[in-house]
């Protein structure tokens, strides 16, 4: 139980920080080069889907089996 | 032929009924959301209005930390941890009241353009009002969660509210996550 929940823990980071670096990234891209707007929308795309996948869960609408 | 039967007044059938209820909820709310950045485009086009570019990414990161502390807070309770629960979902609440001060405290008194001023105007306090509407919601749920959790009124294998919460609380990190870009860093500044 301990370990399962440490792992959890863990996993949450790893995504804060894919989500942190995505964002300065797009930080980046936006002040080296304004019109660079299709790789803006393509980083917004990927942090939603990181969110949506791995911090709102939404396999778990689909799998029973993922009940508390 | 057996039948199988299914249990209504299980807990477990209420669980799968009220995340498929939030997510068609969170579905019909996003067309909102979806609504307003087509409108950004359309009227915008490819300029956006003159903010304060340091305060849109601390907003940004203030809402991403905020996020990973409500997912810190899930966590926790889905494995009875009370005290790193009632912790995390402080913070949150906390780190969401710090970006509508950040919004509409400090970005909409900065901005030099008001809602009436064209275009640009309309769309900005639209946008973040709208938003900034949806993060006061979320704040008053986690409020409500907070105190429901020190009363000890949920367990780690029962605590629908708590999972509500956060699924809400994300989705509106989730429409930041496409107007940040949309009115700090897509297109050329005007005015």
């Keep these: 139980m301990e370990d399962k929940k440490k792992q959890a823990l863990k996993f949450g980071v790893t995504v804060f920080i894919m989500l942190a670096v995505l964002t300065l990234g797009e930080y980046w891209v936006a002040i080296a080069g304004g019109q660079w707007w299709y790789i803006l929308v393509g980083i917004a795309l990927l942090k939603a889907w990181f969110v949506i996948q791995h911090y709102m869960h939404l396999p778990r609408l689909f799998n029973e089996e993922e009940n508390h | 032929?057996?039948?199988?039967?299914?249990?209504?007044?299980?807990?477990?059938?209420?669980?799968?009924?009220?995340?498929?209820?939030?997510?068609?909820?969170?579905?019909?709310?996003?067309?909102?959301f979806g609504g307003l950045l087509v409108s950004r485009f359309y009227l915008m086009g490819n300029t956006r209005p003159h903010l304060e570019q340091t305060?849109?990414?601390?907003?940004?990161?203030?809402?991403?930390?905020?996020?990973?502390f409500m997912n810190r807070a899930e966590t926790a309770m889905a494995h009875g941890d009370q005290k790193t629960f009632l912790q995390g979902t402080l913070i949150t609440l906390v780190l969401g009241v710090v970006f509508l001060v950040g919004v509409v405290g400090v970005e909409w008194q900065l901005a030099p353009f008001g809602p009436g001023d064209g275009a640009h105007g309309a769309m900005f306090y639209m946008m973040t009002g709208m938003h900034a509407f949806h993060v006061l919601t979320g704040v008053i749920f986690l409020w409500i969660v907070y105190r429901n959790g020190r009363k000890g009124l949920y367990t780690a294998e029962k605590h629908w509210a708590v999972e509500a919460c956060a699924t809400y609380w994300h989705f509106i990190d989730v429409v930041w996550i496409f107007f940040y870009p949309a009115l700090y860093l897509i297109g050329t500044v005007v005015g």
């Design chain 2, 1 to 32: 032929m057996a039948a199988s039967v299914v249990d209504r007044t299980s807990y477990k059938y209420k669980l799968g009924t009220n995340r498929l209820g939030l997510w068609l909820f969170i579905l019909s709310d996003a067309f909102v």
């Design chain 2, 55 to 68: 305060l849109g990414l601390v907003v940004t990161a203030i809402l991403l930390v905020s996020s990973f």
